[in-house]
């Protein structure tokens, strides 16, 4: 290589470096922050209303830092049928980040107001775990041992209907870290209950508890 080539591949080359510099400056103190959608539910999460009752959902709203989001809302209540039923809030901030909120409303049939099926409950097998069964309100509760373990942990418990003779309803809940429901929930009044725990640390077996 002659010294006229030597001379223009430094040039060349250091004009290089200087644009990459230079662009690097331009981009170097150039940040974004995402603001994660936060919703807030109006008036309670948890309701219970009397089969054949009223229902007006409260709503919800939805904000991205200081700017409020549009709100989807899925799901519905059959005030004409048992059951416990789960409205979903839902919303996606500008950079596509979604979160969502849900309310839970059990309809309580007739022929359960006024049973009260609170007390300790002991799995027949696994670890032969207690469930301490609280009530909170009519025909609605909470176990502190969802899975019958042998020592329970504070922070996995969930909350339930009894809405109608022989069942329960346990809906998808955030419990702190993690995440519960149970299917297949029924009840003999005064002696037993079952569910099938879905969570991926507990498997697919129907557990079941005997009053204590």
């Known amino acids: 290589m002659n010294i006229k080539k030597l001379t223009y591949s430094i040039i060349f080359l250091s004009s290089l470096i200087w644009i990459g510099c230079e662009k690097e400056r331009e981009t170097e103190d150039i940040s974004t922050i995402t603001y994660f959608p936060t919703i807030e539910l109006k008036g309670d999460q948890w309701n219970t209303i009397k089969l054949g009752g009223s229902w007006s959902d409260p709503g919800a709203t939805a904000n991205e830092g200081e700017s409020s989001l549009e709100v989807k809302v899925t799901g519905n209540v059959d005030v004409t049928k048992a059951g416990v ?63 019958g373990v042998a020592v329970p942990d504070p922070s996995v ?28 929930a029924t009840i003999k009044e005064g002696e037993e209950y079952s569910w099938v725990v879905i969570n991926s640390g507990y498997g697919a077996a129907l557990r079941t508890f005997i009053k204590q």
């Open 157 to 184: 418990g969930v909350y339930f209907y009894h809405y109608d003779t022989g069942l329960l309803g346990v809906p998808f809940q955030r419990t702190p870290g993690n995440a519960f429901e149970c299917r297949n």
């Open 85 to 147: 039923y789960t409205i979903t809030y839902s919303a996606v901030n500008k950079d596509g980040f979604s979160a969502a909120e849900y309310r839970y409303v059990g309809v309580i049939s007739p022929g359960v107001e006024g049973v009260d099926i609170s007390g300790q409950y002991k799995r027949n097998a696994g670890a032969l775990g207690v469930s301490t069964v609280t009530k909170i309100s009519p025909n609605f509760y909470f176990s502190n041992n969802v899975g």
